[in-house]
Nanobody
């Protein structure tokens, strides 16, 4: 399974970005899809997940109310809409696909990782 994240960039605090993760055909309807991030000097952390079926998306507490995960099965793409960005959101963002339990908190249960996209938020 190949995952390709895009949409990162350098933005000012308070603005928005939308990340995209394009996957091979059928991936986003077969796997749960998630976003993770890794800031310099820190471990990779969970950001958001969306179910392959009908469970509601869920988020890390630090992004609740600001980030929204969504997907388009027809386009085999998962999105992460990031609003009200803060400097602490600066990180490399990774999309991921997994098939086990929907509710995860870390990356141990991830089956496939995409290459990251850099998001830098200036103050």
């Amino acid at each position: 399974v190949q995952l390709q994240a895009s949409g990162g960039g350098l933005v000012q605090a308070g603005t928005s970005l939308r990340l995209s993760c394009t996957a091979a055909r059928g991936t986003v309807s077969t796997y749960h899809m998630g976003w993770f991030r890794q800031a310099p000097g820190k471990e990779r952390e969970f950001v958001a997940s969306i179910s392959r079926r009908h469970h509601s998306p869920y988020y890390a507490p630090s992004v609740v109310g600001r980030f929204t995960i969504s997907k388009d099965n027809a386009k085999n793409t998962v999105y992460l809409q990031m609003n009200s960005l803060k400097p602490e959101d600066t990180a490399v963002y990774y999309c991921a696909a997994y098939s086990g339990s929907y509710y995860i908190s870390g990356g141990d249960d991830i089956n496939y990782w995409g290459k990251g996209t850099q998001v830098t938020v200036s103050s």
